[in-house]
Structure formats: structure tokens, C-alpha cells
């Protein structure tokens, strides 16, 4: 029978794809971190999300998200063997956007989260994609990775997250809430 568990980082430290291990507080541990968040957010959003259009795209984005940190694990010279996320992902991503957007009305102010659970659960997946992003942007910054499309997917990512808390929130009839008093 399996274990659960290695006992290999019990040292603080975490392998890599490929040979070596880094100290699991590295950067490169989290953006790797971060990005596993932003799968389960996206998980959490597919499950409480009402509208028929969204789990299909959310198991497609979260399995590129799989992708995207294999190849972020994995050591220089192996990462092109775990090269999943190009131009043709991205544009994927922009398609999906643009399909969707098509189906809602854009807010012309910020909104609240929160006016529906699918809804407020996107838009919490957005910030931790955020988030991701911008460890990333550090990694190719350090030339930690070398790979530029995963930073744009992870950009046009928080902007279909974006498109599908709008479309969650008035697909369920529901009308957004402004982050402005109206007076």
C-alpha cells in the first residue's frame, strides 16, 4: 500500500522535475504554491458556479494550470519536456474571454464581490491568479524560467476569471453590486 507521505521534505526542502531540490521557501516553491491555490480557487468556483458555461472551461484552464506548474518545477534543462503553455493556450484563453464577454454587460466602476457564491468564488480565484502571476513575473525576471506565455496566460487568466464572475453573477439574474455608494 501507498503512503501519503515521503518524509523527503521533512529537511525543508522540496525536488524539483528533474535533479535537485530547493528550500520550500524559494521562489520558485511559491509560485509553484501559489499556483496550486489558483487550481483549487478555480475548483472551489466550478463547484458552487450555477451556469452551465463555466465548469467545461474552468477544467480546461485547470488543467493547463497542471501544465504550467510542472514546467515551473521542473529544473532548466528539463522544463521544455514539460512545456505545455504557448501561444495557442493563450489564445485559447482570449477566445473564451471574448465568447463570454460577448453575454454580459461590462460595469463601468468596480464592483463588489459576493453577489452570488460562484461569483464571489471567481472572483477570489482571480486575486490568487493574480497573485500567481506575479510570482511568476519574479521567476522570469531571475531567469528562473524562460518561458514569456506563461505570464501572458496567467494575465489573460485573471481576465476570463473576471468575464465569468460577471456572467456567473447576471446569468443568475442578479445585478452586480458597485463598489460605490451611490448617493
Not at 136 to 164: G, I, M
Amino acid at each position: 500500500m501507498s503512503s501519503f507521505y515521503t518524509r523527503g521534505g521533512d529537511d525543508g526542502s522540496t525536488g524539483l522535475l528533474g535533479e535537485g531540490r530547493l528550500p520550500k521557501h524559494h521562489p520558485r516553491m511559491e509560485a509553484i504554491g501559489t499556483l496550486d491555490e489558483a487550481t483549487a480557487a478555480l475548483g472551489l468556483a466550478r463547484a458552487l458556479s450555477q451556469s452551465p458555461r463555466i465548469g467545461p472551461v474552468l477544467v480546461q484552464v485547470q488543467r493547463d494550470l497542471y501544465g504550467l506548474m510542472a514546467e515551473v518545477a521542473a529544473t532548466p534543462e528539463n522544463a521544455s519536456r514539460f512545456r505545455s503553455i504557448d501561444e495557442g493556450r493563450v489564445a485559447w484563453l482570449e477566445a473564451q474571454t471574448d465568447a463570454l464577454s460577448e453575454t454580459v454587460d461590462l460595469p463601468k466602476e468596480f464592483i463588489l464581490p459576493g453577489d452570488t457564491s460562484g461569483g464571489a468564488a471567481l472572483s477570489l480565484a482571480r486575486t490568487v491568479v493574480r497573485r500567481a502571476e506575479r510570482r511568476v513575473a519574479a521567476l522570469l525576471d531571475q531567469k528562473e524560467v524562460t518561458n514569456p506565455e506563461l505570464l501572458r496566460y496567467l494575465n489573460r487568466l485573471s481576465s476570463l476569471c473576471f468575464v465569468l464572475e460577471l456572467h456567473e453573477t447576471q446569468s443568475a439574474g442578479k445585478a452586480v453590486t458597485q463598489a460605490k455608494e451611490k448617493k
